[in-house]
């Protein structure tokens, strides 16, 4: 009882926070003016011009011409290099609400082994064979106050995710072994090079019916964890970007201890599109107070492919995982994994 009371109440101030930031944010709505910059029918434009309205200046000379059929733009989808780049005069006469927004403003971790996503890998474990680790999830937009843009999106976004990742032992007639449920809600935020999110998610652990046949003397841990979450991002460049979080149970069971922090690297190529794609590489460590605070480490490498319009991101690649057991069932086990599949982002 005391537990439903604790994720009650966590979960009444995160509705809280999110609503307060609505508030906020409508109080700038004055100011934000989608500008319009298409023309009404087809004309010139000088570099003078783009630099009014963009970035940088894209021609080699003040006096070039653009092409008629070419409309003036902004490259928002562009990270800049540095933050004397940024125009927030313009990004903010952008600004505006949408419902179901098109890409993330906090994108989720290439590494991170409990980020919710579609996945399905095939992995050796290490004095043991084959297991399937495999997860239907996903993060997607609910409300944006912000820029319109799916791969670079400048402002605030509410963001929903969810996902239940299982492992099948496919030595043991596909019986399925454990599944880890989470569902969260994420207050996220995006300027220029800066990423930020704020929370909550609850991650509850299930031991499979087949397994427990399998070994009748297993005692079963109810693993739960009601957490606030904050988190931070810096893209270091186009491509590359440097992460860390904090996560606090307020209501936590089975072992399952306060704190949890998260920490890694990722090398994402922006512009991976159409079919020739790019290599990616990640990099990911979590600690967790349980058990006396243990660590794991996940490292994923391989090619991707990116929707030009969605920045949805499609990869296939190999993963080496070593630390605590993936399935948080299994806790006090240890386990390294080594193996290959494909992963799904939103």
């Given at each position: ?264 690297y990722q090398y994402t190529p922006l512009r991976a599109y159409g079919f020739r794609g790019a290599p ?67």
């Amino acid at each position: 009882m005391r537990t439903l009371e604790l994720r009650v109440v966590l979960l009444g101030l995160t509705l809280n926070i999110l609503v307060g930031q609505c508030e906020c944010l409508n109080s700038l709505s004055g100011l934000a003016r989608a500008a319009d910059f298409a023309l009404s029918k087809p004309q010139a434009a000088t570099s003078k011009q783009l630099v009014q309205i963009g970035f940088e200046q894209n021609a080699s000379d003040a006096n070039d011409v653009l092409v008629a059929d070419e409309p003036p733009f902004v490259e928002f989808d562009r990270i800049p290099p540095d933050d004397s780049e940024y125009n927030f005069d313009e990004v903010r006469r952008r600004m505006g609400y949408e419902i179901l927004p098109a890409g993330l403003m906090y994108r989720s971790y290439l590494a991170g082994e409990k980020e919710p996503r579609f996945q399905s890998m095939w992995l050796n474990e290490t004095g043991r064979g084959l297991v399937w680790e495999t997860q239907l999830g996903g993060r997607v937009g609910l409300l944006r106050y912000g820029t319109p843009d799916a791969v670079n999106p400048q402002g605030w976004q509410l963001d929903m995710e969810g996902g239940a990742q299982a492992r099948v032992d496919p030595q043991q007639e596909s019986d399925l072994e454990a599944v880890d449920f989470r569902f969260g809600l994420l207050s996220t935020w995006r300027f220029s090079r800066h990423s930020f999110k704020a929370g909550y998610y609850h991650l509850s652990s299930h031991i499979g019916d087949e397994y427990l046949i399998r070994n009748p003397k297993f005692n079963r841990t109810n693993y739960v964890r009601d957490s606030a979450v904050v988190g931070y991002t810096f893209d270091m460049t186009e491509d590359m970007s440097v992460y860390g979080e904090v996560g606090y149970a307020a209501g936590a069971e089975g072992g399952a201890k306060p704190l949890e922090f998260q920490y890694g690297y990722q090398y994402t190529p922006l512009r991976a599109y159409g079919f020739r794609g790019a290599p990616f590489f990640g990099i990911n460590g979590h600690t967790r107070e349980d058990f006396n605070w243990i660590t794991s480490v996940n490292t994923v490498a391989g090619w991707q492919w990116r929707g030009e319009q969605t920045n949805h991101l499609f990869r296939l690649g190999f993963q080496y995982y070593t630390g605590p057991a993936i399935q948080w069932e299994f806790v006090g086990r240890n386990e390294t994994l080594c193996g290959a599949g494909l992963w799904f982002d939103y």
